[in-house]
Every structure is written in C-alpha cells, then in structure tokens.
C-alpha cells in the first residue's frame, strides 16, 4: 500500500550542481504532478504529466525538466541548481482530469547552498 | 484565472472548541474541492473530497460543505483536540480545459491549546 513515494526525503546541493528527484505511485495513476511549496506562497505546479511520454509546463517551470518514461514514474530534473530551487518538492498522482482527488507523496526539501 | 483564498492564515483555540475554516475561489466551474492537513516538515494528507454536485462531505469530526455557486467551502471541526493542530489547506480542481490542475490556497495554521 505504498501510494507516491518520492526519493530522496533530503539533499543539501552546491550552487551548478544537478540533480534527479523521483516520483513513483503504484495505483496506475494517469496524471502526475511536481509542486514547490515556499513559505507564504502555498503550493505552486512546476510540471505535469497527463499519461506516459507526455509532460507539460505549470505555473513556474524554469529551471526544471521531467520526464514520464513510464506510466508509474514522473522525474524532476534540476540541471544546474539556484539558490532560489531551494524548497520542498511533492508530487501528487490521480486517476484523470475528472471527479478524483490526489495522492501526494511526503516531499523532498532540498537546499541549494 | 482560478484564485483560492483561505481566512484566516493564522487561527489559535482552546481545547474543545467548535471551528470553521474558510475557502473562497473566484470561479465556479470546478469539479471538485479537496480539504487537506499538513503536519510540519510533512506531506498533505487528504481529509476530504467534495465533487461539484455535493454540498457537504463527513468524516469523524469534520464536515466540509461545498457552495459552488458563492465560490466557498468550511471545513468544521467539532470538538477540537490538540493533534488537531496543523495546517489546513483547500483546493479547487477546475473543469476548463488546462485548468484540471487543482490550485491550492496558503493554508490556515491552526493550533489547539490543552
């Protein structure tokens, strides 16, 4: 009964450096999703995926890429990190656009130093 | 452009008290509203999902109701407990084509007092 998990929980990167965060949900979820949530902010949508091999651009996307390679699996990629990346990453799944809620997963909280 | 506003950002009571929390949306044309809490340094946990054609959803001591019309939502919480204490956050899922995302207001901080 895993549901989202995401991977890593934590990471401390250098200013340039990259880095991967996985998304993985087991309830043959269609849509996928990669929020930041920043103090005083709320959560705002980086990236979004509504089936495998597809993605589109939410509310603040640069800076990231994704990938959905596979139906179960939704990448976040940071090819060279800011300190303005620094933030808690969650991803979130649902079935499709219709009446269904999302799951998320328990987020990443990443530094950028 | 879909806007969610929760009032009040802060809200402190004692134990066993009756609350409501407050969401309002600027458009009407969604096709759910999800209720969650969020424990700090932690993930959003769903406590409740409204679809457009409801007015209210129960669970335990909580009950949201859904005024689609107005473009608000309360959560009510009965007979507050100290691990009640969390933060509260709604969201709408919109029905427009490339609005299915849901959009999430900041979120009411609420601590209850043994």
């Known amino acids: 009964n895993a549901g989202v998990t995401q991977t890593p929980k934590f990471r401390v990167l250098k200013t340039g450096q990259s880095m991967t965060l996985l998304c993985a949900q087991d309830m043959n979820h269609e849509y996928m999703y990669w929020y930041r949530q920043d103090p005083g902010m709320g959560l705002r949508l980086i990236h979004y995926s509504v089936g495998e091999g597809t993605t589109a651009k939410g509310e603040v996307p640069d800076g990231y890429n994704v990938s959905r390679l596979k139906k179960q699996n939704f990448l976040l990629g940071l090819e060279s990190a800011a300190p303005s990346q620094t933030s808690v990453y969650f991803c979130a799944s649902s079935y499709d656009r219709g009446p269904w809620g999302y799951t998320f997963g328990s987020g990443t909280r990443l530094t950028v130093v | 452009k879909q806007e969610v506003t929760q009032i009040p950002a802060a809200l402190s009571v004692p134990e066993g008290e009756n609350l409501v929390l407050n969401c309002s949306f600027t458009d009407s044309a969604i096709y759910n509203l999800q209720w969650f809490r969020q424990d700090p340094g932690k993930g959003l946990t769903s406590l409740l999902l409204?679809?457009?054609?409801?007015r209210e959803q129960t669970s335990g001591r909580l009950n949201a109701s859904l005024d689609k019309s107005s473009g608000r939502s309360t959560l009510y919480i009965a007979a507050s407990q100290p691990g009640d204490s969390a933060t509260y956050l709604c969201a709408v899922r919109g029905t427009t084509s490339g609005t299915y995302k849901y959009i999430f207001g900041t979120g009411t901080r609420l601590k209850v007092l043994a």
């Open positions: 409204i679809q457009s054609s409801q």
